[in-house]
């Protein structure tokens, strides 16, 4: 008997010490690792999160491109976004201090950087020791738009996006193309037929959708996770970038088959052509220094739309802007880029519209939209009679494109923009235009108050 209780006791104390064994080491790794901080975090084994899938494939994935001095840099919304938040913890960390994976280790199927092609030396060697290392690439290549209006050069293709998958995580590489503007340009994720569509899920990227166009970004190289990354500077401006980057081309195509038929290149109209894009580079730089976002509009559209080029024959420059993006000193900004005042109508609750005498006695027309629950409008006032007209619009978007050498809004469905203001005969050029009765979307909107005619009629 007294033997059996010998065993159960040598039992009990077996148990017991097992059990303070193991409340030291739950105390030892959550109150006193805690209170050492960042001294004891290096240690093996207590550094939370960095054994995740997603933190290893950026790791490997930051080696690879450091190794082939291939300066990428982060452009992955999510992550921005948290690094936006806590800006000043990722300033202040330097290398292996952090504790915590909390920026790379979120559940998610991809992460996004990007790089600037032009300064991309060795691509193919890169891609093989991608391979290598244990990546899974593909490679998804186009045409490039910025050759289409060459003919002998149309059709050259260049590399897109590049997805390099590690287990069950990918790294999403975005490739940004240097345009005329000064700005980066990437293009739409298109998969051919040879592409496994099961390779990635790749309706979930963030980048591709369709092509996009963003500033040039000034870089900063951060720590993050462990890691040492670049990422752009201004990061809220990039965020801000990201939903309204949507880019689309002028038609190449179309506008060599117009120019087949109609061409001018007589002195006046390449005269014409050159002033005029003088004073839309002069509307843009001043625009922008007030904030204040534009599009092209009108002629000026229509011009881009149809032969990508300036009308020669429209005399003008025509832009338009949201009345709640409308500043009280766009006049002033204006006169002091050199630009006189030639008339003001309207007013700023209704149908304001501005125009600037340019040199060579080129104008610069703006047009103020306003939004109603089922169209856009803007309006015009005839000098003499005081006559106002309204002119529709089906509701737009803005997207950027290429003209005059610049990156600029027009809007994203611009064959219903163009066709509202210039009717389904817009792609036949017409000399003669009456802005009262010639637009199909024109119609009467009444008549200023004689008592509000100083206010309204302004011609300088």
Known sequence: MSRINKNVILALLTLTSSAFLLFQLYYYKHYLSAKNG?????????????????????????????????????????ILELINKNYKQVNNTSLGSASECKF???????????????????????FRIAENMGFQ?????????????IDSLSGTEVPLHYVCRLSTHAIHLVVFHERSGNYLWHGHLRLKGHIDRKFVPFRKLQFGRYPGAFDRPELQ????????????KDVGHFLEEIPHSRFIECRYKEARAF???????????????????????LAAKTLKKLGVPFWLSSGTCLGWYRQCNI??????????????????????????AGLALKHKFGKVEDSLELSFQGKDDIKLDIFFFYEEIDHMWNGGTQAKSGKKFKYLFPKFTLCWTEFADMKVHVPCETSEYIEANYGKTWKIPVKTWDWKSSPPNVQPNGIWPISEWDEVIQLY
């Open 38 to 78: 960042a001294g004891l975090s290096k240690s093996k084994g207590s550094r939370i999160g960095f054994d995740s899938t997603q933190w290893r494939a950026v790791k490997k994935f930051i080696m690879l491109t450091s190794s082939q001095s291939v300066p990428v840099f982060l452009i992955d919304p999510l």
């Open 221 to 232: 190289q951060v720590t993050i996770d462990g890691l040492e990354v670049l990422i752009p």
């Open 259 to 281: 120019f087949q038929y109609l061409d001018d290149n007589t002195v006046e109209a390449m005269s014409f052509r050159k002033s005029a894009k003088e004073l839309l580079q």
């Open 311 to 336: 009308i020669p024959y429209s005399k003008d420059v025509d832009i338009g802007v949201f009345i709640q993006d409308y500043k009280s000193d766009i006049v002033v900004a204006f006169q002091d």
């Open 137 to 149: 690439c593909i490679k998804i290549e186009s045409k490039d738009p910025r050759l289409d209006g």
């Open 104 to 126: 790379f280790c979120v559940a998610r199927d991809f992460t996004a950087f990007a790089l600037q092609y032009h300064l991309w030396k060795n691509e193919e060697g890169w």
